[in-house]
Every structure is written in C-alpha cells, then in structure tokens.
C-alpha cells in the first residue's frame, strides 16, 4: 500500500505585533520559523511541507530551510483577528485547485512551540492512523494549574464562583491536589488532523481528539521576548531535540580551548588617538577560571588575524598563548598547523569565535562556540551559542560549562 500523503503546514503571518517579525527573528542561531521546518522535513511520515504566509521575506526564509511556499496568504486571512482554520482551508483549497493535489493528513506545526522532542511528528501521525475514529490528535502537557482550582468573576461588587464543579466533591476548590482529576494543557507543538476534518466538518479537531503526551519540559510558547530569551537558553540547554542543523555535543575530553580576540575577549570596539595608538577594553573575569583549567590538562590559547601587539600584551596578563598576526584570511590554516605541531585532536579542540573569518576554524575544532553577539552566519555555524556577548564574560562563560561538565564526570 501507498503511504498516505501528509502534509506539514506552517503558519507564518508577517504582521505580528507582540514581537515583531517574530516568525524570522533569530532564535538560538536560526530563524525560529527554521525551528517547525525541521520538524517537518525531518519527521519520516511527512511528505510535504509548506509555509503558509502572506510575507514575501519570510516566504525566501522558509525556502532556504527547505520549505515551499507555492502562494502568498491573501491579506484578508492575514489579520490580528484571523483565526487557524480558514488559513488551512485556503491551503486545501489552493492545492486541490492548481495542483490536484489532496492531503489525507495535515500536520499543524505553530513556529512558536520550537523545541520539539524527536519523532514528536511521526509519533502524532501514526497515533491517528492507528486510531480510524481520530478526527485529530493533539499534543498536551500536565497542566501547571489544576482548573478544578480557578475561579470566574461575574463583576467587581459579586461573588466569584468556581470554574467547574466536579461530581461527588463538593468543593474541589478546597480538595487536596492529589484528589482531583488529572489535567492537561494543549500546547501548540503538534496538531496531526485528517483533512477530511477540514474540508468536510469545517474544523482544524472535528469531534473525536486523542491526545499525544509530551514531556513537560518540552513545553515552550512564546508570546513575548521575556519567553524568547528564557525559551533560548532551553534550545542550549542539552535537552534532546530537533534543530535546523545537527549540532555537534560538547567533547567528553577536551585539551584544547582556542578563543579570537577582537569580539572575543572585547567587544569589537576600539579607541584610536591621533597618533594611530589603538586602546581595547577586555574583561577582567575571562581570567578567573584559566589556572584551574590548566591544572585539569586544558590549554587555552588566543589565535587572532591581527597583529597588534595588545593581543601578545593581553595574552601575557592572562597567562596564556597568543598565536597572532596570522591575517584574516589564514586562522584556519593557523589552527590546523598548531594542532599538528602538536600532536593533538582536532576532536578534543574547542574554538570560540565571533566573525566570519573564524569559521573556518569551526570546521577544524570539535566543538564550535560562538559569543552572543556574533554575526548571523556564525551563530548559525555554531554547535553552541554563549548568553555572554564579546568583552563581557564570553571565555568565563566556556570555563565554567567545560569545569562543570568534567565534575559532573
């Protein structure tokens, strides 16, 4: 038998107002729009996956990431006030009229729940093939609040009243919380709905939803650029899950720590006096954690194209190597020759960059760092991108990750 045809359909409307131009903001090195297409293209029951967008820039974002977008969303079905289920109809309708082509599945993939576990995509489209009365399948949490605890207010001056009564319990309000019923949230990781439903009932669930369990900490919905930076630190945080690029994990053995300079260990800035005489700030706490470090076998060593003698000066206060005056064009060369005069595996390096002339080093080192700030192409080369930007901390930051993870071993 044919596999059925399911389809990965991405909302991404241009106009969002809570934090704009959200759906190709960079969110942990990529466009969180890139963050659904993953999902998508990766899943192995997907066999199509198209962004549904009235945006002409966020169109060419998502087919860089492998996405189509065979038509622009009309402005009508682009509004604050548009609701899921006529952007999904249009796309049925869109498909079916130019193209004959009829999903039996539509995959539902919101841009703003981007951490997703592995196989969340597959797990929600066999569960509802599995199951011919499925309308839908959903994904849900444990919900952080019970219901049978909350409360709906009629006015100022009158009483509040509970929200849902529960049978048998009088006051469920004032039960233990290990009496109540169990509850779930919906969260916008994952819809798998039979198109049928679509088309036929005119809803993105039709009557008969079974639920897919997701782990709580997956649980991420950004409305706001407080839940964007905390929501980022999760991307980072060693949590499995599906990202644009496969990132490669920390090294278990690590021997080697090389940092740039300019935009590394400063934040890119320099002063110039009429003489030529050049001035850079750096951060006295990239310093703290070096000794121990090296007591624990791993070298740090400054590799930068320049070759103005602050970096030998600042390497010298640091107490480490500087390699310097390689010229923009040669780090990676640099690098690689370093590590064969030494005898050491690129594997067990650690580069940490900021700039487009570090990547070539990315491709060297076994794990590739970049500062916060980093410019976009790097971010996205990154296999780990610091909360620190350049000049504030960003090779403290590197130490105390690397310091944590061999106590931990």
């Known amino acids: 038998m044919n596999p059925p045809s399911v389809l990965a359909l991405i909302p991404a ?5 809570g934090i704009p131009r959200k759906n190709i ?3 942990a090195g990529y466009p969180l729009i890139a963050w659904s297409i993953a999902a998508a293209r990766q899943a192995q ?3 199509r996956v198209l962004v549904s967008t009235d945006d002409e820039e966020i169109a060419a974002v998502a087919r860089a990431f492998g996405a189509e977008t065979p038509f622009l969303r009309p402005a009508e079905l682009a509004r604050d006030d548009t609701t899921d ?7 049925l309708d869109w498909l079916a009229e130019h193209e004959d082509h009829h999903p039996q599945v539509v995959v539902q993939l919101r841009p703003t729940s981007p951490i997703r576990p592995r196989g969340l995509v597959d797990e929600a489209v066999r569960l509802l093939l599995a199951h011919p009365d499925a309308d839908c399948v959903r994904g849900v949490v444990p919900s952080a609040q019970n219901p049978f605890k909350m409360w709906r207010l009629e006015g100022p001056d009158r009483p509040m009243r509970p929200l849902l009564s529960l049978e048998g319990v009088a006051e469920p309000y004032n039960a233990p919380r290990q ?3 169990p509850t779930y949230w919906q969260t916008g990781h994952i819809d798998a709905i039979r198109a049928a439903s679509i088309r036929q009932k005119h809803s993105l669930t039709g009557e008969v939803i079974y639920p897919l369990l997701i782990d709580p900490r997956y649980t991420v919905d950004i409305d706001n650029l407080q839940d964007w930076a905390r929501y980022e630190s999760l991307a980072w945080s060693g949590l499995d899950i599906v990202t644009p690029a496969r990132r490669r994990p920390m090294p278990e053995q690590i021997r080697l720590l090389v940092c740039d300079f300019d935009g590394v260990l400063t934040d890119n800035l320099v002063w110039t006096d009429e003489t ?3 001035l850079v700030a750096a951060n006295r706490s990239d310093s703290m954690y070096l000794r121990e470090l090296e007591r624990r076998g791993v ?3 400054i590799l930068s194209s320049e070759p103005n003698p602050v970096v030998a000066a600042r390497a010298r206060k640091m107490g480490v190597e500087a390699v310097h005056g390689v010229g923009i064009h040669g780090k990676g060369e640099a690098l690689r020759a370093i590590l064969q005069e030494r005898g050491l595996d690129p594997a067990q390096v650690i580069y940490l960059g900021n700039d487009v002339n570090d990547l070539p080093c990315f491709e060297v080192a076994g794990w590739a760092v970049a500062v916060a700030d980093a410019y976009p192409e790097v971010r996205r080369a990154a296999d780990y991108i610091l909360r620190a930007a350049g000049g504030r901390g960003a090779l403290r930051e590197v130490c105390e990750m ?3 993870v061999q106590s931990e071993r």
């Open 13 to 17: 409307r241009g106009g969002s107002k």
């Open 25 to 27: 903001r960079d969110f």
């Open 45 to 47: 029951t997907v066999t």
């Open 85 to 91: 289920l006529p952007v999904f109809e249009h796309a």
């Open 179 to 181: 009496s109540l019923p």
């Open 276 to 278: 030529g005489r050049e």
């Open 299 to 301: 070298r740090v060593l």
């Open 402 to 404: 690397i310091l944590a």
